[in-house]
């Protein structure tokens, strides 16, 4: 995943979940945030940020701010990002299901089940042609600390109900995953954010007891572009260490 006319910048501001001010050439610059996280750990001021400028002169901000650099690690903000990485991955093979039978034949984006839309319904078939469905729901992964990454970075009752509706696909015998894709290299492990939301590291691991699949891959990130790239291991409570 590319993006077009980047240019570096530092952070000022954040005056609310949509934009920011940043400073780029002795001028102040207003971006569109691509992330309504709270991402407090990342936007600090005067951090290096990268804006990707567009040619529509309509827009009512100039240019979205994609990355920005923590430390020795840039960290794509994008919180789009995740999905289209993702699909990707599924498409070149570079990620494989659990429980996959043959290539993939179909990829169906936000596919109802429930009560929920699911980012992914992925259909795959075997070389007797036996077909296989699998729900995926994809989550982005911005927040590290100390080389792990964690989620949630907020309480998120929405990720709660998605993990309940894939409970119920597995038991109706489709394929069901949760994947966490990591927006940045170089990380150690990743684990539910109990202190953040417990509710939802209960869940999660309630899932995973219940064969939904966990999945974690981290990314190569660059100013103008994010790839998907391994897996990540995963802890589901400090006692996985």
């Known amino acids: 995943m590319h993006y077009s006319d980047i240019r570096p910048a530092r952070f000022l501001d954040r005056p609310n979940r949509f934009i920011a001010h940043c400073q780029m050439n002795g001028e102040i610059v207003t971006a569109h945030v691509k992330n309504t ?3 407090r750990e990342l936007l600090i001021p005067g951090a290096p940020v ?3 400028f567009s040619q529509n002169l309509n827009r009512r901000t100039p240019c979205d701010l994609i990355a920005v650099q923590k430390g020795d690690r840039l960290v794509n903000m994008d919180s789009q990002a ?5 699909a990707e991955g599924l498409q070149t093979g570079r990620i494989q299901l659990p429980g996959q039978t043959g290539p993939v034949s179909s990829i169906q984006r936000e596919t109802r089940y429930g009560a929920s839309r699911l980012d992914f319904l992925v259909s795959a078939e075997d070389k007797e042609k036996k077909p296989w469905q699998a729900f995926i729901e994809v989550k982005g992964v911005t927040l590290e600390e100390d080389g792990a990454v964690l989620f949630p ?4 009752e929405r990720g709660i109900k998605h993990l309940k509706e894939l ?13 966490f894709v990591v927006q940045m290299k170089d990380v150690s492990y990743f684990m539910p954010n109990a202190l953040r939301h417990a509710a939802f590291a209960q869940i999660l691991r309630e899932a995973s007891a219940a064969g939904v699949g966990i999945l974690v891959y981290d990314c190569r990130v660059t100013p103008d572009s994010i790839e998907i790239e391994k897996p990540v291991a995963i802890r589901l409570s400090v006692n996985d260490a």
């Open 37 to 39: 996280g709270r991402c």
């Open 50 to 52: 990268y804006l990707s």
């Open 82 to 86: 995740p999905n289209q990485v993702f």
């Open 153 to 156: 970075d907020a309480p998120t």
């Open 167 to 179: 409970m119920k696909a597995k038991a109706e015998g489709y394929g069901a995953f949760v994947a």
